[in-house]
């Protein structure tokens, strides 16, 4: 056992690594097979006053209203799908009301270098949801005959609320 790797019979601290990841919706079932995912990020307005009477000049900063980018998924392009029929339901010109799905993306930990005698194990270690996310934009694969490059398709999401892991 490497005193670097574990202490005590406990891991040691190293960063994860970002190549392994699962991308679920709830209610759709089943994850889909992503190659990217980007933009998870949050923001609060900072909003700036001065009440007329302040000995200060200097503008007192209170927190306004948070505020979420788009997330952007890539993936290579499948057939079937239960994410083609979402993302058809969204981005049609004939849609109901939109579809709003709660997604999953977990960072992986492979545990890769396990004590002598443990099972090695695939855990998710941190995991964000985009709450009543929807699709906002699409975007086919671009196609080019002299090629051989997998055709990678993709879509931006419009949420309301990130959790963030601990």
Known sequence: MAADTYTNGKQSAYPLTKMNF?????????TAAFSEVTGIESSVDVIEFRQGNSGSLAPVKIPGLVKHGNVTLRMGYTIDNPFKTW???????TRGQMPRYDVIIELIDTNPAAPTGAVTSVQGTRTWTLTNAWVAKYNAPDLDAKTSDVAIESLELAYEELVIPN
Do not use: A, F, R
């Open 22 to 30: 699962l991308v679920s919706v709830s209610t759709l079932g089943g």
């Open 87 to 93: 993302i058809q339901e969204c981005v049609s010109e």
